[in-house]
């Protein structure tokens, strides 16, 4: 009440008046790109350290969404939706991206583990190869297993979609379908900022794909998050 009281004073109908005004008055942000990317330019050329990080990394999502545009891309897409088993795994300084990544495909189709090699053996892969899997790798400098992995899933049976950098030479021999990262930025030993938005916009765009069964996918899923957060232990 007091707040309705506060807004009519200022000449507003309550709370959805201002929510109007805001809407008809705020300048949106298309409007605004061109003047903040004109000013980041310029801060950049000036040797502005967090402007010539932010350019860099506006270059990387440009790339990103080039990249999206492309046939591998939609392969990559229909490939993870369609295949019985999808295994994910990277080198164990990148595991916490890769159950992210594992996470967010849960929200869009069953049957998705990741891999972190600890057992030694990668049985989970090739105890009893799946029918229809698919591993996606993702890959990077430290991951020196990642070729072997991607050789013994092809022979095995398995499609292979790897997340690479841009010069991988046994990409094109032991990956089905080949994702190529931004290029590494010197000081960047991981390329972590890359790797993490392609993954995100993947899984957004498995997610888009696999629509009505995505949404209903994700509104179980939290009624299940809701049901056993709240169960008492004992």
Do not use: C
């Amino acid at each position: 009440m007091t707040v309705g009281r506060f807004l009519r004073s200022l000449g507003y109908h309550g709370l959805d008046g201002i929510k109007v005004h805001l809407k008809e008055n705020a300048p949106g942000i298309t409007s605004q790109l061109p003047n903040i990317l004109e000013q980041l330019q310029k801060d950049a050329s000036e040797g502005r350290p967090l402007a010539t990080q932010i350019a860099e990394q506006i270059e990387m999502l440009q790339h990103i969404y080039n990249l999206a545009g492309q046939p591998q891309w939609r392969d990559a897409v229909s490939t993870i939706l369609s295949s019985g088993h999808v295994f994910v795994t990277s080198h164990p300084s990148l595991a916490g991206i890769g159950r992210y990544f594992r996470d967010r495909l849960t929200f869009a189709r069953d049957q998705v583990l990741f891999l972190d090699g600890a057992n030694g053996s990668y049985i989970e892969l090739f105890g009893e190869p799946a029918e229809d899997g698919l591993l996606v790798v993702i890959d990077s400098p430290n991951f020196i297993t990642s070729r072997l992995l991607a050789r013994s899933a092809r022979r095995a049976g398995y499609k292979v979609l790897l997340l690479t950098g841009q010069f991988t030479e046994w990409a094109h021999e032991f990956a089905n379908i080949t994702l190529s990262l931004p290029p590494q930025r010197a000081n960047s030993r991981e390329n972590l900022s890359a790797i993490m938005a392609l993954l995100e916009y993947l899984a957004t765009s498995v997610a888009h794909a696999a629509g009505e069964a995505a949404e209903t996918r994700t509104r179980r899923i939290e009624e299940l998050q809701g049901m056993f957060a709240q169960a008492p232990l004992r």
